[in-house]
């Protein structure tokens, strides 16, 4: 089985990415901050014209929040809601089973347990941290299909009923921090801010790939249309804790940020953002409406192309990718509404043209052309062993001039610190 390679680049980097892997290691991401009680709530789909002729499926959804996040959580029941009437009019009549504020330990292996129990057809997980439980319950209930959205352990294993979806969100990421640095690239030509003091403020959840890779793709967008822009990133260890997130985003606008974007769950830094009189990007959701003179755009996965894809597969019995993953060419990921009150001139122009390169693959993210590390081109991803030689089985995602971001997976792997971003810390990793 080949290596995964998010494990390969972060010996390279000596990043602390143990947690990462999703081969039965410590739980990852923030259930602790989320009361650990699931509740059960039954969405049925309407039939539609298709009357009693419909296609029953039963899903299963865990998730570590619930929709009044307003972000990550919220996002999915989108998707969820958004599958279920596709599906109604192609005559599949969708049963959702929900469970709520589930915390990435065991009331998680419960949870699979409690919705294979009860019928389910498919059970999706929401969360990093799911998937070592969800493998837990998968090899008890062959007839099932299980998900584990954004993880990387199901794809290589042995169980055929296992699944790992993503998307490749850091197109959307990179879209956004173009829309930023034409709006950084505007204040140093209104003479709003001097050159050196276009720097973006990040809140990240952990110092996992999967962050650093929408930090670095973001970063890189907003550099390819203001060269002056620097970056300072501040872990919060947790997917979702809305006053950590908030307090995150006042002390970088304090340390001089006047722009702000996140990967975390909630809205708080959109508002921190706006009390502090600075600028915004979000994720997963549309936030102008709670920052409307802070927040300039977002992106977000629409997991209703995946989960109409999963879920019609099932219903015709049909087997599905054991390992998924779509970018703007697909649909997975798109942008929320530009706030043009707000917005650099000509943004809606300039971010039409950059998503239509990254649909054709003209334009590649991570193109090793326009960052360095310590200095030098990156010229290879393969891993070293302690004697100084490379891995025997690794991929080697640098070629064609760009490395190759969820090219060999659907989970991010680029695990590489770049020069031009400074990591306040790093403990959460």
């Not at 469970?99 to 059970?123: F, P």
């Not at 606008?253 to 975390?264: E, L, N, P, T, W």
């Not at 894809?309 to 697909?330: H, L, P, R, S």
Request: with cysteine; proline share 2%; charged share 20%.
């Amino acid at each position: 089985m080949k290596k995964f390679l998010a494990l390969l680049l972060s010996a390279i980097m000596c990043l602390s990415l143990a947690a990462c892997g999703g081969n039965g290691g410590d739980s990852q991401s923030g259930g602790d901050q989320k009361t650990p009680e699931t509740q059960t709530g039954g969405d049925t789909g309407d039939t539609g014209s298709t009357g009693g002729s419909a296609t029953k499926v039963k899903v299963g959804l865990i998730c570590i929040g619930d929709e009044n996040d307003q972000g990550y959580t919220y996002n999915f029941i989108r998707g969820k809601d958004a599958a279920t009437e596709a599906l109604s009019a192609k005559g599949i009549d969708v049963e959702w089973v929900v469970k709520w504020n589930v915390a990435e330990n065991d009331g998680c292996t419960d949870a699979n347990i409690e919705l294979a129990e009860e019928g389910c057809d498919l059970i999706i997980n929401n969360s990093f941290g799911f998937e070592q439980f969800m493998l837990k319950v998968a090899p008890d209930y062959e007839d099932i299909e299980f998900v584990a959205c954004t993880n990387q352990a199901s794809w290589g294993d042995d169980l055929p009923n296992t699944h790992n979806a993503f998307a490749n969100i850091y197109e959307g990421r990179y879209v956004a921090g173009v829309a930023a640095g034409l709006k950084l690239q505007e204040m140093i030509d209104n003479g709003e801010i001097t050159a050196d003091q276009a720097v973006i403020g990040y809140v990240g959840a952990f110092s996992f790939a999967e962050v650093i890779s929408g930090f670095t793709s973001y970063f890189l967008g907003a550099r390819s249309v203001c060269p002056s822009v620097t970056m300072k990133v501040q872990f919060v260890g947790s997917w979702s804790d809305a006053t950590a997130e908030g307090n995150a985003a006042s002390a970088l606008a304090d340390k001089g940020c006047v722009m702000i974007s996140q990967h975390s769950d909630n809205t708080t830094p959109a508002t921190t953002a706006e009390s502090k009189g600075v600028f915004h990007t979000g994720y997963n959701n549309d936030m102008t409406g709670v920052a409307p003179k802070a927040s300039i755009i977002g992106t977000r996965i629409d997991w209703s192309v995946y989960f109409e894809y999963i879920i019609e597969a099932v219903a015709n019995g049909e087997e599905f990718d054991q390992d998924w993953c779509g970018g703007f060419d697909k649909g997975a990921v798109v942008m929320t509404p530009l706030n043009e009150a707000i917005a650099a001139k000509g943004t809606a122009e300039k971010l039409e043209e950059v998503e239509n390169k990254l649909r054709s693959g003209e334009l590649q993210v991570f193109d090793t052309s326009t960052f360095t590390i310590g200095g030098e081109t990156l010229t290879t991803a393969l891993a070293l062993d302690t004697d100084g030689d490379f891995v025997p089985d690794s991929e080697e995602a640098v070629f064609d001039g760009a490395f190759h971001e969820s090219y060999f997976q659907s989970a991010p792997y680029f695990a590489l610190s770049i020069d031009g971003i400074e990591w306040l810390n790093s403990e959460f990793g």
